[in-house]
């Protein structure tokens, strides 16, 4: 296949800088757009970010110029970095102007016709974007908050199997997902803050909306009650959560244990490049997982699960750990643009 043109808004931000270094060497992609504020139009990329990624910049993206905001971008795809404040307004007007827009902000991802998606989850999901109508060929579809999305894969096996009827969770949260500065040394050395705003409002409704059903074109969210403490803890990358969950069918440990280890993607043959080999990866070593040594399996994209044991309240506990910047950021988006090639939903605009 031939490569699509992407184009990365929000391009000097800590998600639009992820989203350059996962496109780096990508077979179906090639960065041909860089976009930010103002304040970095018309400089060359390696002069208007304050880079933060371990590895150099792509040499091939570093002597690019910046380009301000425009409704006639040259590519064929847009890969949003965004804000929520500045995507509420930017991501319609390229949707209008005939770009499908893979989103990581928050601005439409509770909107009826707009997916929210992580393809081993919802692929079908996709189906909403035929509800859109953008008066032309442009789109959204978003991937979830980063802590709903280790959260969501570990509930959908036992979702399937058992039935879910409620779920507790508390997150520790990587200082990553609050961005660049984020969050001051003075709050994060030596200290947890229990509070990350408006964080615990998406575990509650968005994993409800991932697992959802579609009949009649219109999706049907469930209506699994979630209960979510989210805090924000000194680790750099990888958001853990101790999760808790009521079942609707009495299971042994060993059932809840091969629901997780047993899993199977439902896009395993389409070959994604950024899919991992598994999407969740089981220890069974009880101090695992932990995010400094298990974050980056499988790229950054697997999921881990580990202490699975009965729950004293509900039915039972367990951790899961995921990537916040990549499995639970840029690389899900990625994912999801190479789903939607492989689903015919995204090609060359000139085609």
């Known amino acids: 296949m031939s490569m699509l043109r992407a184009g990365i ?20 992609f090639k960065i041909t757009a860089l976009v930010a504020s103002d304040r970095s139009v018309g400089r060359k990329y390696r002069d208007a970010v304050n880079w933060i990624g ?3 910049i792509p040499a091939s993206v570093a002597s690019m110029e910046v380009s301000s905001f425009s409704n006639d971008l040259p590519c ?13 307004h930017a991501e319609p007007k390229l949707a209008k102007a005939g770009y499908p827009v893979i989103s990581n902000a928050k601005s439409f991802r509770m909107h ?15 189906f909403l974007i035929k509800n859109q109508d953008w008066q032309s060929a442009g789109y959204i579809v978003t991937n979830p908050n980063c802590s709903t999305v280790g959260l969501t894969c570990a509930l959908k096996p036992l979702h399937d199997r058992f039935g879910l009827e409620a779920v507790q969770v508390t997150t520790m949260q990587a200082l990553s997902g609050a961005g660049y500065p ?11 803050v229990p509070f990350i705003g408006g964080e615990e409002d998406k575990l509650v409704h968005e994993p409800n909306k991932l697992l959802g059903t579609i009949t009649g074109g219109t999706l049907h969210p469930q209506s699994i009650r979630i209960s979510a403490q989210c805090n924000r803890v000194p680790v750099l990358e990888g958001h853990l959560e101790c999760i808790s969950v009521k079942l609707s069918t009495s299971v042994s440990r060993g059932e809840v244990h091969d629901a997780f280890e047993s899993f199977v993607s439902p896009i395993k043959d389409l070959c994604l490049p950024t899919e991992p080999e598994k999407l969740l990866h089981v220890f069974e070593d009880e ?10 399996l499988g790229g950054g994209m697997t999921v881990s699960i580990g202490r699975i044991r009965p729950c004293e309240v509900l039915d039972y506990k367990f951790v899961a750990l995921s990537h916040n910047t990549i499995r639970g950021a ?7 643009a190479e789903l939607l090639i492989k689903q015919g939903l995204l090609k060359a605009r000139d085609a």
């Open 9 to 28: 808004v929000g391009a000097t931000g800590a998600v639009g800088q992820k989203f350059i270094e996962l496109l780096r060497g990508h077979p179906w």
């Open 287 to 296: 101090r695992f997982p932990q995010p400094r040594r298990h974050s980056d």
């Open 330 to 336: 840029a690389g899900g988006a990625v994912l999801n």
């Open 182 to 192: 984020g969050v001051s040394s003075l709050d994060a050395l030596a200290n947890v």
């Open 54 to 56: 371990a590895a150099e």
């Open 112 to 126: 009826p016709d707009v997916p929210l998606l992580i393809p081993e989850i919802n692929p079908d999901h996709t």
């Open 76 to 88: 064929d795809v847009v890969f949003s970095g965004l804000h929520a404040s500045v995507a509420d």
